[in-house]
């Protein structure tokens, strides 16, 4: 399916998207901004629910700092495709259904299927960090 390297490149590119979506509607939330406004109907929505999303961003980008830095990369892999996991099934749940949900949710699938593409690769591969040649 392609290079390690290559696959790499774009799970590093996809972790930092949604990492930053979520930073992103979790400042607005508390800033009560125009992307709060516009998806909140209900004015009991507490702003601090921004603290939640933020709080969501802090494992995408501490991990993908953490495998960039060639700490156990392979486990960080692995938590990673756990965590998106666990953000898909907690958001078909109880997620918003707006735009923005729906493109990070997009990103977030296609991360969990390169995730998986790369943790499945021979050990060999996996082992070395990603980041190097084939």
Same mark, same amino acid.
Not at 12 to 36: K, M, N, Q
Not at 39 to 61: E, Q, R, S
């Given at each position: 399916?392609? !290079?390690?390297?290559?696959?790499?490149?774009?799970?590093?590119?996809?972790?930092?998207?949604?990492? +930053?979506?979520?930073?992103?509607?979790?400042?607005? &939330?508390?800033?009560?901004?125009?992307? @709060?406004?516009?998806?909140?109907?209900?004015?009991?929505?507490?702003?601090?629910?921004?603290?939640? &999303? /933020?709080?969501?961003? /802090?494992?995408?980008?501490?991990? +993908? @700092? *953490? /495998?960039?830095?060639? $700490?156990?990369?392979?486990?960080? *892999?692995? $938590?990673?495709?756990?965590?998106?996991?666990? +953000?898909? $099934?907690?958001?078909?749940?109880?997620?918003?259904?707006?735009?923005?949900?729906?493109?990070?949710?997009? /990103? #977030?699938?296609?991360?969990?299927? +390169? *995730?998986?593409?790369? *943790?499945?690769?021979?050990? #060999? !591969?996996?082992?070395?960090?990603?980041?190097?040649?084939?």
């Amino acid at each position: 399916m392609g !290079s390690v390297r290559g696959l790499f490149g774009w799970v590093v590119l996809l972790t930092l998207a949604t990492g +930053l979506i979520h930073v992103y509607i979790g400042v607005d &939330f508390l800033l009560e901004g125009p992307y @709060a406004d516009a998806v909140i109907d209900d004015p009991t929505v507490d702003p601090a629910v921004g603290i939640v &999303f /933020i709080g969501m961003a /802090i494992p995408y980008l501490v991990g +993908l @700092a *953490l /495998i960039l830095g060639g $700490v156990r990369p392979l486990l960080w *892999l692995r $938590v990673g495709a756990g965590y998106t996991a666990l +953000l898909l $099934v907690l958001w078909a749940v109880a997620g918003g259904r707006d735009m923005l949900a729906y493109a990070d949710k997009a /990103i #977030e699938i296609a991360l969990l299927v +390169l *995730l998986v593409v790369l *943790l499945r690769r021979p050990v #060999e !591969s996996a082992a070395r960090s990603p980041m190097g040649t084939d």
